[in-house]
């Protein structure tokens, strides 16, 4: 099943039981929120969440954009990615969560194909203030799914206040043999769908009072998903990623992480560019610009000449046709090499400077950070200078 297949099985699916297809939005919220990019598929509906009547109803489903800079470290392993598309269904006020539960495992079994032995189950245990979300554990074992409850991992919050409650984990098993173990035991079984039971409002006191409005919100990942659908060994082997992957090793030669940082940094970072955001040294501008520098720290890392001339304009036409973006691609171009010159130019001067005397031998986090702060050398260069 490949990528459009994909999308169009989980929107169909809801489609057919009452939902209305909303219009995925940019990665750019609305001016008056105060987030830099939106991280997730219910972001864009925090207002409805919350009690507003939306537009089209109380049955939602769609395709969202999203950008995650808390998971940066870790892109460049075989599931996390800095720009992804998430698929989400909504009931506003409407059904409860046991309906959304069995709805997302018809739609892995019969939509997907997923065989139930490669499924798994965490729901949330309970704590000091909340009980153990038994509705949702009577359900996946009504449905004959292995489930496990955990007591930190399955809770959901926007924040420090405001909507939250508890959560199901779908995991597959990743593993060559049969499943082993569960979620927690086991790293092989990978997260790939979230259904959040949102029932619980927290106050600025840390108390927790019912919702106004009972909702459920799924989140699932596309390029995981379609991952798991393809059998590939990460989400670079896919569809997706199959010119990526197929034409930058013939460019450059670099180890297995360092390539997929640099196919993840550089694809994101042309998802940013063409929804209007340019590089500079303060908010989403700074996002864009440590996103261009960390892929290029890791281009030049054992060959300094290579340059982002080389990169043909077939990835960059992909990625916004992917994306349904239509900034043409040399303004896009423009922008990564702009960023490569002034890059190239800071790197020179940072160079003289770490040649001073109190530079030499090892760096405290306090040097770290005054080179960063005052020259704008990012440390995974300075770091890499050091080895």
């Known amino acids: 099943m490949n990528t459009d297949d994909t999308v169009r099985t989980f929107l169909d699916f809801y489609r057919e039981r009452g939902h209305e297809l909303i219009t995925g939005s940019t990665l750019l919220p609305p001016p008056s929120d105060p987030v830099l990019f939106t991280t997730s598929g219910m972001h864009p509906l925090t207002p409805y969440l919350q009690g507003r009547p939306h537009p089209q109803g109380r049955r939602l489903v769609n395709l969202q954009r999203c950008l995650r800079t808390t998971d940066l470290d870790e892109v460049g392993d075989l599931t996390h990615l800095t720009v992804f598309e998430m698929l989400g269904s909504w009931s506003l006020g409407d059904y409860g969560h046991p309906q959304s539960l069995r709805w997302g495992y018809e739609l892995l079994r019969d939509g997907f194909g997923i065989p139930r032995e490669k499924l ?33 991992e399955n809770w959901w919050s926007n924040g420090p206040v405001g909507p939250c409650g508890p959560d199901s984990e779908i995991f597959y098993w990743t593993g060559d043999g049969p499943p082993e173990g569960s979620p927690t035991t086991d790293s092989r079984w990978v997260e790939i769908w979230n259904h959040v039971h949102m029932r619980l409002e927290r106050g600025e006191g840390g108390g927790l009072v019912p919702s106004r409005q009972v909702n459920v919100d799924t989140g699932m990942g596309l390029e995981r998903l379609v991952s798991v659908l393809q059998g590939g060994r990460s989400v670079y082997e896919t569809d997706l990623f199959e ?18 940082v640099v196919c993840d940094h550089l694809r994101s970072s042309m998802v940013v560019v063409g929804d209007g955001v340019r590089p500079s040294n303060t908010g989403r501008g700074y996002v864009l610009r440590r996103l261009i520098r960390r892929l290029l720290t890791s281009l030049w890392r054992d060959d300094p000449s290579r340059t982002l001339s080389d990169l043909p304009v077939e990835l960059v036409e992909h990625t916004l046709d992917r994306f349904r973006q239509s900034l043409d691609t040399s303004t896009v171009r423009g922008v990564l090499l702009e ?18 005397p109190e530079f030499r031998g090892v760096l405290s986090e306090e040097d770290f950070r005054y080179l960063h702060d005052t020259y704008g050398l990012p440390r995974e260069w300075v770091a890499g200078l050091q080895e």
Do not use: H
Not at 243 to 260: A, N, S, Y
């Open 120 to 152: 798994y189950v965490t729901v949330f245990g309970g704590d000091e203030q909340v009980g153990p979300d038994l509705e949702s554990l009577d359900t996946w074992r009504e449905l004959g799914l292995p489930v496990e409850s955990t007591r930190d």
């Open 243 to 260: 010119p990526w992957m197929r034409i930058l090793p013939t460019l450059w030669v670099l180890g297995e992480r360092d390539m997929r």
């Open 339 to 356: 960023e490569e010159r002034r890059f190239s130019q800071l790197l020179v001067r940072g160079r003289r400077v770490l040649s001073r």
